[in-house]
Each structure stands twice: as C-alpha cells, then as structure tokens.
C-alpha cells in the first residue's frame, strides 16, 4: 500500500508535532512544511532532509503530490484555509476549534461534505490511551448509567489578548466528553461561571455546567492561574466510579467498584466515612502510544475506508456550540442556557 | 486550674467522639451524657466509668455541676436544645448547621450575646492541622493575593429524605473558606447547579460559585456518588498556589511557587506546557494532633477568657446564610444571587 | 458469654494502647493497670474511672479476677515477668521481642505449654487489614510461587544506647514475614550489614538477606536516620507482584499482574522498558479496623478455644533467631550464617 | 562554530535515541548510521534523508568526515571497536557497561588518553534533571554529611543468557552514586547477594552494599522479576534526606528538613512515630530537558575544550571495578570483599 502525502501547515507551536508524527508514521509520507515564516518551517524540516519547505499557501495546496494537509494555524485563519483545502481537493486535519464562529465551523463540514473530502479536526486526547479506555469502558456497560462527569484542568496558562480560559483550554474536556459519552456531547443546556481577579478583561477561572439527558451532570473546571498542573477527570456510574489523573504515570486510571449496596451504607453511616474507599479498585493497563501518532493513523484509515474519522467535523461543531453557548451563560450570571446547535439539531 | 465540667447531648453518630475528646482533655470533666436513647448512651460512657447517664434533658441543664454542654442532635433540634442551654447559663458547642435557618440562628446567636454566654460552632475541620496552617500562610501574605479556592469533596455518602448535599456536606467546605478568608465569608453574591441522576428529589451532586470581592471566585463541589472519596482544595494566590490533598498523609499542603513570571511564560509556551510545574514547591511540617481535641480546647479557653471562639456564631450564620442563598440559586437556573446576610452586614 | 479479665503490666510508650484496646473489646474487662510510677499508670486510666492502679507486679498476678496479663515493659524484663504470670496461671501476651535471647524465650515457650495457658506474642502488625490480605493472597495462590520478599521500614528513630536498628525494627518486618510465608520465617540462612555513619557504636541503617527453600529471598532494609517515613513491601510471586505501601492510604495494597509472557517481553524489549508497568493493577478493599483491636479478640479467641493464637511464642521464637543469627553475620562481614532454631527445628 | 559530525554505531536497541538526539542537537551533524543489519540502519535514518546507512565499520573509520562516534553495540564488543574508533582517530562515546572485564577498559582509557581523544561512558542517568540536581545538592553541602544512600531499581527485565541483573542494571546505580557522591565511587568493600528464584543459573534479584569512607554505606538492590517498576532512590544526610522517585512526576525530588534536633525526639517518642514525617519538605524545580541530548552537548563540549567529560573512562572503570568485585563477594556468600581499582587508585 503507497502511503499517502501530506503537508503541514503552520510551522508554530503545534505544527512541529504534527511533522513529527507523520514523519514517523507508516501511513504517511510528509512532503512538505508550508509557514510564512521560512526560518521556522526549516527548523521543523531539519538539517540532512529532502522534505520541502514552502512559504506560499496556494503553492502546497496546487501541488499533486499532496494528498491531504494538516492545518496548524491560529484559529481566526482556519475557516478561509480548510475552505481552500478542500476546494483545492485536499483531505484536512484541523487543529481544534475547529473554527471561530459556529457559521463558519457549518460551512466547512458542509462542503467536505459536498466534496466527499475527509474533514478530521485533532482532538488529541482523544486518542491518548485514557481515553480510549474510558470511551470503552463507558461503552460496554462497565461503568452502568453515566450519572456525573467532573473534570479539572488547572494549568499555567498563558493570558492571550484575544481569547479565554474556556477557548483555550475547554475544548480539551469538551472533545472528551464527545467522544467517550454515548450519544456525543448534547447538553440540555449549558451554564458558565467565570472570574478574572487579574483584571485581564476576561476570565482566567471558568467552570461549565453541562446538565446531561436522563438527569446527569457533566462539570468543566479550567483554569489558567496555577503554577502546577492538576488534571483530573471523574466519572460517576451506577455500578462504578472511573478517576483519571493524568499525572499518575503509573495509575492513571483507576476504576472504583461500588462494593457496597447503597441502603447497606445508612446503616453504619460511621463505617462508610472513616474508610477511605469501599470496593476494590482497579486499575488497567494502558496499550502507551503517542497520541498523535494514533490520530495520523485514524486519519489515513478515515480517508482509505472513505468513512468519517472518530473526531469528524461534526465533533469539532458540538465542541463549538457548547462554546459558544457558555458566552451567552457568562452574560447571563450564569443561568443554565440553551445550546444552539442542539436545538438545530433536534429540528433536523 | 480547676476543670470545666460540661454534658454532651446526643449519643448518635458524633456524640462519642466529642465525649472521648473531653475525657482526654486536661480543660475538661465529662460529667454526663444525655441521650433519649438510654443503652446508647450507656455504651458511649462504657464500663467501670463514673460518668452519669442522663435521659433528660432538662435534667441535664438544672445540674450544678455543668458549665457547658455540647450539643449532637439533629440539626431540626439546634434552636430548641440550645437555646434552653443558654437560658439555663450554660455555655454551648453545637454541630453544623448552627440551625436550620437563619431566622433560628440569628436568635441564638443573639441569646448568647445578651447572656454573656460562649456560644461555638464545632466547624471540626478548622482545628486541623491543614487548615489552621492555610489560614496562617494566607494570613501572613505568604500566598499573597488570593485569586481562586477550589475545594472538592467527594464520598460516598448517605442519600437523606430531608437534606441534600449541599446542607450535608458544603458546611465543611464553607466553615473552612470562612476560616481562612481574611474578612470571613462574605460572597458577593451565590450561584448553585445541582444534579439527581438516581431521582430521588434532591440534589446528591452539586456545585457553588461563589464570587468575593475583588474579582476571586470560590467555587465547591460536593459530591455523594462515589465509592472513593476525594478530597482537595486549591487555593491559589498571586505569589503561590496551595494544593490540600488530604488523603496523600505525608504531603496533605504542598505550596508551589509560581516560579516564573507570567509574561516570561508567553516567550516560550511549549516550556510551560510541558514541565508538570513551574517554581520550588514547598510541604510545610504540620503539627498533627486531632482536630477534636483541639477544638474542645478552644471551646475551653473562649469561657476561661471571654473572648469569642475562633469559629463562633457568627461564623455559623455565615455559613447557613450562603447555604440558603443557594436553595435560591437552584430556583433561578444556577444565577448568581444575593446573599441575605451580607446584605444585613453591609447595611450595618 | 462472660467477659475476660485482664491487666495491663506497663503504662509506658505501647500500655496505653494496650490499655484502650481491652476497655473498648466485647471480649474483655480491663481491671487493673500495673506500673512501678503510680501517676503515670492512673494517667492511662484516666479520670472517673473504676480500672485499678497498682505498683505492684505480686499483687497483680495474686489477684483472683485476672486471667491474662498483657506485658507491656522493656524486652529485658519479659522473661522474668512473663515467667512470673504464667506460674501465677495467668494467660499472657507480650510485646516483641518475646525475650533479649533465645534461651530465655524458649523456656516461657516451655513454660507455657506445660501450663497449658495461652502464650501469646503482640506482632501487632500481623492483625493490621494489608497484612491479612497479604497472608490471603499468598495462601491461596493468588501470587503464585513466592520469588522475592523485600521490606523497607524508614523511620526517624531513636538511638538507644543498648538496641541496634536490627532489634528495634527489624521485628516487625520479620514477624510480618513469619505470618505471609506459608512455613513460617525459616530462612536457610541470615546474613547482615549494618552502617553506623553516626559513630554511636551500632547499627543505625540495616539490611537483611533472608534466602528461602526453593531459591526466593527475603531482604529487610530498616533504617532509623531519615526524617521521613517510607513503608514499602514488596512481593513478588510468579503469577503476580504485590506492592503495599503504608502511606498510600487509598491504595495501600496493590497487585500487579504480570500480563505478559516472559518470552513476549525478549521480542520487544523497548515496549516493556518504556511502560510503567504490564498487565493490570488491583487494589483490594481493605476492612480496615485497628490492628491492636484485632489483637486483643484472638488473644481471647485463643483462650477460650483452647488453641494457640495466630502469633505464639513460637513464632516469637522464629523472630528471636534471626536476629541473634543477624548479629553473627555483622561479626562475619556479612557472610550469610545458619540460624540456630532451624537447626533445632530440623533435628525435632 | 561548524558542526562536529559523528557517526552512529548500531542501530539496535540504543542506537535509534542517540541518533535522534544528534540529529536535534544544535552541536552535532549526524552523518551516518552504522549496522550490520542494512535495513535496521535504514530504518532508523528514516525517510527523505540524506543521513547515509553504512554496513562497514572500517568505512566509517576511514571517512574524514567523521569527528567521533557513538557505540551502542553488546558489551562484548565494545573493546575492539572502541579501540579501532580511537585508532582511527575518533572521539568516542561508548554505552555502559565501557568493557565487559576490567583490564579490557583499563587498556581502551589508556589509549584515548595517549591519543588524547575524548573517550566518554554514556551513563545517561547522569544527565538528568533530578542526578544534576542531587549532585548539587551534595556539592553544596545542602545534605549535611551523607549517611546513607538506597537505591532500588525494580523493573519487569528480560533474563538474558550471559548477563545477570547486577551487569544489567547496576550500572545505572553504580554510575549515578559515582556521579554524586564527592569522591566517586570508591567504596572500602562491596557485599553481593543474589537470588535466582527462576532457575535460569544467575541472579534475578541482585543485593549490593558498599561501605564508604566515613562509615555511610550505599545500597543497591536491582531486579528482574517484577511486572511494575519501582524507582527510589534516597540520599540519607546529616542535614536533610533526599528522595528520588522517578515515577512521581510532579514531585520527583523531596527534600526532608530534619526538623527536630535527634535528643529532641527521644523526649516524646510516641509524637515521632505517629506523624509522617519531621520538619518541612521541599521539592526543587527540576529544569527538563532530555537527558540524551545534555549527553551529546557534553561529549561536544569536552570535545571542544579539550577536558574530560563528566562521565568519563575513568567512570566508567569505577563502575566496572565495583561489578567484578561483586562477582567475587557473590562467590563468597556475600562476605565483604576489597574493589580491585580502589587499590590500585591508593597506589598512585
């Protein structure tokens, strides 16, 4: 099987990950790195490598050699570059959001669409191997009924002039709750919270309230504040309890058995509160892959099998919409708000 | 010094541990134990023991020999049982809630103060260790400004026809920000999302926002639906950020240091995002001895100088007064909304 | 069913826990506490209390209402006062070391069997929830043939003028080993090291080479030199590896499976060394009670029935000569040397 | 400053990571692979590159473009490459063990130093964050004196045929305490005990103690045998305790205050034994970076200022001489025995 060819574009912060794993893959042959910026895009090329570097979008994209481009550029500029991508006949692979505006995010997956072009937006952690277990897990009934979700990403963030905590680091948790959660991420509604006690002009804290069909409740806490990192990912089932905390190298994930009916609590209540745990736990083990390496490999099987990728352009779009939605709670102190996408999507 | 002699009311779930701290107390002489439950309270007294069983109450309040008594019972009882205390002379410690109300609450706060009487909350987390040293680094500036607190508390607990998790379990996350905030607990206002995926009425997991003046945010999430707990709190600051776990025993405070200024971050944003963290962090020594003991301690030494004790009634109207502004916040879909005491304070 | 009758002889650093434990047991009625400092025994009896105080060893054992004694006094005094108790027709329990040698101890073995009283050593680890599991799991095959033991035991201890860090700690480790290792602790051999980086004229750091039947080893590290705890307990079976960590309150018990051929792992070494671990990890659920508690029901289980508890003198005995054949080795360089009971239990 | 260029010697196991990190580093311009194997050397030079693959070791020899080389081939052949690359001219980084047998390394640093090329050991563990950082630590006296240093090493190993756990893994340890420890590895004596639970004819788990100037004493325990890695390293000073746990990464490094004067405790024995720990901790920020890509700056760097690198030969022989000298002791029932080298280094 020829590989397929692809080239980069957008040689910043992310780009040099995305040559890498391409480079590094059986499926795929990296023909190029295409950045304004001739400097950077050489230094992700290398010294001693025939892969070329080209400064002129139009010029990768008019090339045959080219099957497929990954687009690592600022998010402002995905829609008018994945638009002339696919016009040009290139299949895409989109860094997340997968557009800035839900208008803009519609237009893209309709044309792919229309073109019968992959449009693949990188929801990395989704293809990390917690991920995939949990999607597992939840999916074969291991858990029982979902019945909340809680998710902690406190990092130090970098306070950007024209973007917030939620845009920045939400749709990391977002992407997740889409992809492990049975019928994709569709709240009944959603609430946000935000503070910004640096005075930035937008909020640097930020929690979502994600009330789920059948009484549920997915939470986001992001937050931008914090010299050290606390990742940690929660879900509640009826029959057991999964707890990711992905800076546990070695117990990343742990799934707590109930072990006890819940009538049996009440009558020792004392018991149940000095033990620290009720059940066994269990922890299972984790196939270690880099997570890009396994999203280059889904988006070439996408693109063979002519079948949408696992994170497709409809994934990015329920990411966006909560997004969005979130802005119009914050305006709202916080009232629980209707998703927009959702109710197109119920009206469809 | 002679003792103080003092009766704990209510054998139940909390009673035997007040009874064994004052026992173990040099400040105290457990005289009696009043419960309707006369075995109960027999088996908290235990054998060859001269401690008194009691099984009335007003029986209890007419002793000479009891200058105080420590109440156990129902929250639904506080008003009545305490205030019957106060107007027999005695000083009281009473668990949280204070009341179930604040109409309830104010009265008995200001029955003490008319009879000179100490009048204490048995917040027990804010004698422990952890806590007593939060309050102390943020006290001294050593975290300088403080910019959010996030505490989670998440067990497996006990579904309760009356309550709900926000009266069974946010008292402890709220007597503690009251603790350490500088000016106590005086949100700006309180925000509540509550979920009930088993349907039984009430909500068993659920989420405070609660923005203080200056811009911070605290925000709480209690949590009945896990078999394993989780307990952490973040309180983050402008020169540090504290990490409580307190189920790790021999790191429960680790104080990071930011390490590095904020704008040097946005030079190089893979550095930042790929360290774990940033700056020193640093596990202050703490000085272990039960939360209880030091309690009754306090409790002690607020009579022998009469002087309020750190967590008196008033901090225990703080607390009941952000508790039912989030039953109000519920009924408005999670908007923020006023808190009834503050507004009083500010008026004053 | 009546209640046993016991004293506590020695209200130092272990009888008041000692002391606790019988006044809060169903099995037991805790009737005198015996000290040769009368204030420092009434202080473990505590105020409004009927429990005796006496000074007296003669009196305690003349008492009729006492049937066992538990000795809680330096190792040096055992012999004589276990011997004294046991000629009075007292059952008895004793801390660790049974006796300062193993002469000694085999005559209060002796004594005791021809007495027919129950003898009993407080190898109080033995009765803690991580150590029966231990037991458990290595009885019934779950780990597999036994390949390696290893214990770490780091404390910050005291130097005493007239114990190493063999006898002081070293006990625990071994009587732990004594209780999980289907025959008992009878190693082929013994061999030591020790470091006295202080120059106090003994060992303040130690290690222990315990080879087994059948090619496994044991080996203890204890250690009295470092400010911080580590508790490590590692045991490696053929099926599996268990791992307990005292510290870990929430995962103090863990069993990894090896989940991979060995054969497998030659084909692909980098996989094996780049994961943190293969196969699956388990955490029992552990019932947790307090140890000493666990203790004093066998001591009474083992009265009444007739039989000898789980920790007799004999396995006191098994601890007693591995230290003394420890103590050779020192002598040797570190030689591994044959322990003298062995032999004895050879020849039986 | 032009680039110094090297070749890459095997293409196995460690070749690939050496590779790479030439590759990426600002110093080296990596010219070719070198195997035996084509299509393995091929594989690891990768697509549209013009990095050449060479089957011939002389040819590499031979080429003037060629500054140095990396050996990563089997132990057993690092004396005759090793010796022909310095023949030829060339600096040379070789893998750990430097030789399989001491005279063997002895004649290969004898040569480069006649030769005056740079013969280096790539003890890698020696280049990363947390080994810089304890030997800073000693270095400036921060420790104290040190005391004790243990370091465990337990890893699911693959049983080869003609090398046992001590050759396997010790030299990480070996060259670590070499590193760190002020003097060098020179320890009075070194004990060996090993158990080969399995059968396979040598030790799977491996004991080694070395008995330093002073009265501290090193340990090191290497094994094979289990499915979960356990990586703790800790540094027992005077002053303060250090651990290493090379697992936990938001906190790899802790550092132990004593906290309490020793004469302190003994006062209030039963406070030491209840609390986790004394005196505060503290966890140093650790600058990451890949420890593969610091190697090859130093080996440029010494190559360049015409000095010895950090880890040289003279390390490596160290290593060596405490490897055979464990042998020995293993032959004598792990009795203490003399280090060859260590004499040898008394001489001079």
Redesign the interface.
Known sequence: MSKLQVAVIGAG?WGPNLARNF??SPDW??VAVCDLDEARARKVV??????EVVTSLPEVLARDDVDAVAVATPAATHAAIVTAALEAGKHVVVEKPIADGGQAGRAMVALAAERGLTLMVDHTFCYTAPVLKIRELIADGSLG????V?S?R???G??QPDVDVFWDLAPHDLSILDFILPGGLVPT?V?A?G?????VGQS??G?L?L?LP????A?V?V?W??????R?F?V?GSK??L?WDD?A???RL?V?????D?RA??AD??A??????????????LK?AEALGVMVAEFAAAIREGRPPRTDGSAGLRVLDVLEAAGRSLG?????VPVAGNVGAGAA
């Open positions: 912060y480079r590094n042959d990296l290398g010294a001693r490598s025939t892969v009924e979902i019945q909340f809680d902690v406190i990092n130090l970098l306070v509604a609430g919270q503070a910004d006690p640096l005075g640097c804290v929690y309230t009330p059948g009484g549920a409740m939470h806490h937050n504040l914090s010299p050290t990192k606390i940690q929660v509640g057991k309890t707890v800076l190298p070695q117990q742990t707590f058995d109930r072990g006890v819940l609590t009440t209540r004392t149940a509160q000095v033990s620290y745990r009720l059940g066994d736990a269990w922890s299972p083990a270690e709202e102190a916080g009232r629980l």
